[in-house]
């Protein structure tokens, strides 16, 4: 077969994603706290950008020259004003009573620009992070403590070895035998440091395990008596609520071991989860929806989570002037310009898109945010995206990671979109949240003569015009940590005669 060159003219359709169109998309699943720090970044590197004053402050800045302000320090303010109409004075009206001396104010100015890490005359400013209280962690705790509890210098490296051994619960898994053998030491003396540490706080620290764990504990309060010993030693039972054995194995009564439980519960498994070193961060609202007067709902996006960016175009006419004769200078400036647009540009698409699916979900749910969450109506991607005219895969960025504050609570916008579970005879679908909320319900309100089964449950909600079946019933129960209809009906039943009692 011969090879040969020849010219062919072809036509296609492609689609090309530009740095700009994926960045835009970028920006649609970017927290608001992400998004801040994009855009802080892009000021910094684009001379053109700058972020948008609030209101109130223009209008502060805009008498900042000139002889309106001179007629300002001139006119008398209001409380100057009201301090005359009223009487104001703070003059000691007891004389006997001569009251604590106030320093002058270039006194306490004085004293003020002398502390480390104020204002003074150089007008350097100060971080407040220099004035919060440092974090310690479960290991600083221990650590601190060690130098009371231990005086020989070898048993306080085994302790700071076993210190570092600690995960954030404040459980130790490696075994004595293997921590020996990595410090070369017999494991009875590594035995021997690890008692003394377990008297140390928080109560439950060092244990091995979870009945180890609560066994410190009620050693601390003089509670670990043979009874209890032999509950924290069979707490497979208790997690199966078999009452009836562990009656047997304690040699207690029932009100003795509903009495035993309940000090069980007052205990920490996790004694050292109170050192966790994560921050708790408040979640803002994305959207707000309020009752409007007319009956409907008023949807508006947080201006807290919408930062605002300017092109400062007066600042480009001068610098593109006559002034700017290198090519590389005009060109960076132009395509400064350009960046500058495209991101202003950008913000407010996204603005857009958030606003149109919170108006759509709004719109969708508005028999949840009127009656309740037994309202919650079957939403899915497509159903929004579909009412929108976009694609799915937008309307899945703008819900990942945003918020809305409505009179029913904060909710993510995920939260909206739920699985629809089948009703009775082609009535309304059910959202699977809704299904497990009544489930939830109906477990709560069951009496302790009449625990309700799966079975029960399935019947309930068929006759409410559900149609699920009983292996979804178990794997939403258990989801939600319910226990089983026979260990509910024992715990319920144990109470119910306790409480007759």
Request: aromatic share 6%.
């Amino acid at each position: 077969m011969a090879l040969s060159a020849s010219l062919l003219l072809r036509q296609s359709q492609s689609l090309v994603m530009t740095p700009q169109l994926m960045q835009s998309i970028q920006l649609l699943q970017m927290t608001h706290l992400e998004l801040g720090q994009f855009i802080a970044a892009e000021v910094e590197k684009n001379p053109l950008l700058e972020f948008g004053a609030p209101e109130s402050a223009m209008e502060f800045d805009g008498k900042s020259q000139g002889e309106d302000r001179d007629d300002d320090r001139q006119r008398p303010s209001q409380t100057e004003r009201l301090s005359e109409a009223l009487d104001g004075g703070f003059d000691n009206v007891y004389q006997d009573d001569a009251g604590p001396r106030k320093a002058d104010a270039p006194e306490l100015l004085a004293q003020w620009k002398s502390m480390p890490g104020s204002l003074g005359a150089s007008g350097d400013a100060y971080d407040l992070d220099d004035f919060v209280a440092g974090h310690v962690t479960l290991k600083e705790h221990v650590s601190r403590q060690v130098p009371f509890l231990l005086h020989d210098p070898v048993e306080i490296l085994v302790a700071r070895h076993l210190t570092d051994l600690l995960d954030d619960c404040g459980y130790i898994h490696q075994g004595l035998d293997d921590v020996a053998a990595d410090l070369g030491k017999e494991a009875a003396g590594i035995e021997n440091v690890l008692h003394g540490l377990q008297t140390l706080d928080p109560p439950g620290i060092f244990a091995r395990s979870l009945g180890e764990c609560l066994a410190l504990q009620l050693r601390r309060r003089d509670r670990f008596d043979p009874a209890m010993e032999a509950l924290v030693a069979n707490l497979d039972l208790l997690a199966r609520r078999d009452f009836q054995s562990l009656k047997r194995i304690c040699g207690v009564d029932e009100e003795d071991l509903l009495d035993m439980l309940a000090e069980i519960r007052a205990l920490d498994p996790k004694p050292g989860s109170g050192f966790e070193a994560s921050a708790t961060e408040s979640v803002v609202p994305d959207v707000i929806v309020r009752a409007a007067p007319d009956g409907g709902w008023a949807i508006e996006l947080n201006p807290e989570t919408l930062p605002r960016v300017l092109v400062n175009q007066d600042y480009y006419r001068r610098v593109s002037g006559s002034a700017t004769r290198d090519e590389a200078d005009r060109t960076f400036l132009a395509e400064a310009l350009q960046s500058a647009n495209w991101l202003t540009r950008s913000l407010d698409q996204r603005a857009r898109t958030i606003m149109k699916v919170a108006t759509e979900i709004v719109r969708q749910q508005d028999a949840f945010l009127t009656h309740g969450i037994d309202h919650l109506r079957p939403l899915n991607l497509k159903m929004v995206a579909d009412a929108i005219k976009m694609h799915e895969s937008t309307v899945s960025r703008v819900t990942s990671n945003k918020y809305m504050l409505t009179p029913r609570g904060l909710f993510e916008l995920k939260y909206f979109f739920t699985v629809s579970i089948a009703a009775v005879e082609g009535g309304a679908a059910h959202s699977a949240e809704s299904v497990r909320h009544r489930i939830r319900t109906m477990i709560q309100d069951e009496p302790p003569e009449a625990v309700l089964s799966d079975d029960d449950i399935v019947a309930a909600l068929k006759a409410g015009g559900i149609e699920i079946a009983r292996r979804t019933v178990a794997k939403y129960r258990e989801a939600m940590n319910i226990p089983s209809s026979v260990q509910r009906r024992r715990e319920k039943r144990a109470l119910a005669r306790v409480t007759a009692g």
